[in-house]
């Protein structure tokens, strides 16, 4: 079984519409980590989580928001969603590290397309 | 900000032949450096990480080098296969209030024909 899922793997939705993406991890890492990713561009850190308790805003976090029901569950919600939100969405988790030498580790990604 | 450029944008090969795909980064304040693959339907892959007090990691026929003053890194495939076809990114972990975040540049899609 893989370590980092994410469901669901393709969605297609309306504008308007509330949406929510999940992911669980089996690894046992604190850290966790929502991405998006549009063609021809780089992953973008939408939201990161350290523990629990601590919930931190990316890049682009306008538009998104994030739950962090478990050390092992992260759910990403995009309360309103609109059609520029159309993306490949990644999860990621880390275990905490010296920062040097810790690596992410990605699960298979979202295709979210909004009409 | 940070930002992260990879050149070139795409690449076609022929099998066999040696490859170099080129990061650049604005800033030098990094941890490490990170080449990640990502596969169609696939999550990302790590290949090689380089702390920032090292100049280079080697995995197998791939070889990650760190230039961190002048902010570029280069990843080399040695004797390329169709299976090495894929979209490669590499990406920047930093300290400071940036710590444990990456940042991504927009990848290298590598496509090596037989």
């Known amino acids: 079984d893989a370590d980092v899922t994410q469901t669901p793997r393709n969605r297609i939705t309306k504008t308007g519409k509330r949406i929510m993406l999940e992911c669980s991890q089996t690894k046992g890492h604190d850290r966790m980590y929502w991405y998006r990713q549009d063609p021809g561009l780089g992953l973008r850190l939408i939201y990161y989580?350290?523990?629990?308790?601590?919930?931190n805003k990316g890049e682009i976090s306008d538009g998104y928001s994030v739950s962090r029901q478990a050390q092992a569950k992260f759910s990403l919600s995009l309360e309103s969603a609109i059609p520029n939100q159309t993306a490949l969405y990644f999860c990621?988790?880390?275990?905490?590290?010296?920062?040097?030498?810790?690596?992410?580790?990605f699960g298979p990604g979202t295709r979210l397309t909004v009409l | 900000k940070q930002e992260v450029t990879q050149i070139p944008a795409a690449l076609s090969v022929p099998e066999g032949e040696n490859l170099v795909l080129n990061c650049s980064f604005t800033?030098?304040?990094?941890?490490?450096l990170q080449w990640f693959r990502q596969d169609p339907g696939k999550g990302l892959t790590s290949l090689l990480l380089i702390q920032s007090s090292q100049r280079e990691q080697t995995s197998g026929r791939l070889n990650a080098s760190l230039d961190k003053s002048s902010g570029r890194s280069t990843l080399y495939i040695a004797a390329s296969q169709p299976g090495d076809s894929a979209t490669y990114l590499c990406?920047?972990?930093?300290?400071?209030?940036?710590?444990?975040?990456?940042?991504f540049g927009q990848g290298t899609i590598l496509t090596v024909h037989p």
């Open positions: 990621a988790t880390a275990h905490p590290g010296t920062g040097h030498t810790d690596t992410q580790y």
């Open positions: 800033d030098s304040a990094i941890y490490n």
């Open positions: 990406a920047v972990s930093a300290g400071g209030t940036s710590y444990g975040k990456l940042t």
């Open positions: 989580s350290f523990d629990v308790k601590d919930i």
